[in-house]
């Protein structure tokens, strides 16, 4: 009998689609979302691809700092944001970290500092009151899709909800009489949001006169948002299907041509925490709010909200009142 011990599989050198497949169904065990498995094997594609162009073997030993960093000079000058190649970067490195921790390499090739692009980290911008006004004056309108539309960025700004998670809401994870919804977010973590009287108004019009007009059992899945008309790149009609996250991003992008202003839904997550924030909110509770696994995710924008501070700071200067004072 032929005993093979843990120290002899390092010295196997795995195929790379291998160890790729092997690691996407441990994602997919861990209760990665579907969104991360699709974003993840994409990276891993690439990788592969570039490997195989490149003449190499395409096995593990391909996983190491002098392929990726190749990799990323590869990602550069193909144009892509440094954000993406960051993104792609730290996908490699988990791999590589998961693999060691299997006994496939010894210790961790990718371990090393400075694989990882430096990026500028600008303040995210943020809608101010006048361009809220403007967007929510432009969504109104007695037609379903519009209420729908208002519905939606109402939520999304009283709320701070990713896009990704106000596509999956269902009617039955609503507590209308506390305003509350539930919402399973990255890691199918559950947590729990609310909304204000306003944005409450403009759901349960959305529900009780519209949404319930293209509501068609077995087609619907409950959600809250469905589509109102329009058809899919196959030609199928969609009317009564639910609103994909890709739907609402393509009426922000609708919404931003008809208004002049550059409006993603992201930006409503950053102008709920910040208002959040000046409004006296703690870190520690936007962190949950948010769904964030550490503080220093949501202490980002503290920052920002620090800077604004600062701002009132110099507007209220001491000394500028008190030479204000003798003039």
């Not at 110099?314 to 204000?324: A, E, F, P």
Request: include cysteine; aromatic fraction near 8%; glycine fraction near 8%.
């Amino acid at each position: 009998m032929t005993i093979r011990r843990w120290s002899d599989v390092a010295r196997i050198n795995y195929p790379l689609s291998v160890l790729a497949e092997n690691y996407l169904t441990h994602l997919a065990g861990n209760g990665r979302s579907q969104h991360t498995i699709d974003g993840f094997a994409r990276v891993l594609r690439s990788f592969q691809a570039f490997v195989r162009d490149a003449g190499e073997e395409g096995g593990k030993d391909d996983l190491c700092p002098e392929v990726v960093v190749a990799y990323r000079t590869h990602l550069v000058s193909r144009k892509y944001a440094l954000s993406s190649v960051r993104f792609h970067i730290q996908v490699l490195k988990a791999w590589s970290a998961y693999l060691t921790e299997e006994q496939v390499f010894r210790t961790d090739p990718l371990a090393k500092r400075g694989l990882l692009p430096k990026i500028p980290k600008p303040l995210p911008r943020m809608l101010t009151a006048e361009e809220r006004g403007r967007v929510m004056e432009q969504l109104r309108g007695s037609d379903s899709t519009s209420v729908r539309n208002l519905a939606i960025f109402c939520l999304l700004l009283d709320s701070g909800l990713r896009v990704s998670e106000l596509a999956e809401i269902k009617l039955s994870d609503i507590d209308w009489r506390r305003n509350e919804i539930k919402v399973w977010g990255k890691g199918s973590k559950e947590r729990r949001v609310g909304f204000g009287r306003q944005t409450a108004r403009c759901l349960r019009n959305y529900v009780d006169f519209h949404r319930v007009r293209v509501d068609t059992p077995g087609l619907s899945q409950d959600r809250l948002f469905l589509c109102h008309g329009g058809y899919a790149r196959d030609g199928r009609e969609t009317t009564g299907e639910p609103l994909s996250a890709h739907g609402i991003k393509l009426m922000f992008c609708r919404l931003s041509k008809k208004t002049g202003l550059k409006v993603h839904p992201h930006m409503l997550r950053h102008s709920f925490s910040t208002d959040f924030l000046n409004h006296g909110g703690s870190v520690a509770d936007l962190q949950r709010i948010l769904g964030h696994e550490t503080p220093q995710m949501s202490l980002y924008y503290a920052h920002i909200t620090n800077a604004e501070a600062v701002e009132r700071q110099k507007s209220n200067s001491l000394i500028d009142r008190q030479v204000g004072r003798r003039k």
